[in-house]
């Protein structure tokens, strides 16, 4: 009974900075690898950015290592992106997901997350 709910998105310009948060209750927390996709209209969903259950290690997208920062809060069981350097091919809806399986901790695709948020929209705009 694990659920997940995205918030933060919205509308900026190019440059500009945004903080994405994933609330996650039930479950284990501490113990999912859990990270961010975003889609776009036209375009299948890609990977954006994880965190591993083991030990919290990051990893991202090439599109958006330099731009942003991914990081969990196993206490209060929350999921953050950092968001830098906005550009207009940013602009998408962006889920967080969690995985529950124990051999998932540096997974880019969105088949190994079985747990998924609603969405919150991202526009990068001038």
């Known amino acids: ?3 997940m709910a995205e918030s933060g998105g919205g ?9 994405l948060s994933c609330v996650v209750s039930g479950g284990y927390f501490d113990r999912y690898t859990v990270g961010w996709f975003r ?3 036209g375009k299948e ?8 259950w083991i030990g919290g290690s ?3 997208a090439d599109s958006v290592k330099d731009r942003f920062t991914v990081s ?3 206490v209060k069981k929350t999921l953050t992106l950092q968001m830098n350097s906005l550009k207009p091919e940013d602009t998408a809806d962006y889920f967080c997901a969690a995985s529950n399986a ?7 695709e969105t088949r190994d997350y079985p747990y998924w948020g609603q ?3 991202v526009t990068v705009s001038s």
């Open 1 to 3: 009974q694990v659920h």
């Open 11 to 19: 509308l900026v310009q190019p440059g500009d900075s945004l903080t």
């Open 39 to 41: 889609l776009s209209p």
């Open 45 to 52: 969903r890609e990977f954006v950015a994880a965190t591993s």
């Open 58 to 60: 990051p990893y991202y």
């Open 72 to 74: 969990r809060d196993n």
């Open 102 to 108: 124990y051999g998932v901790h540096d997974s880019r």
């Open 119 to 121: 969405g919150t929209q």
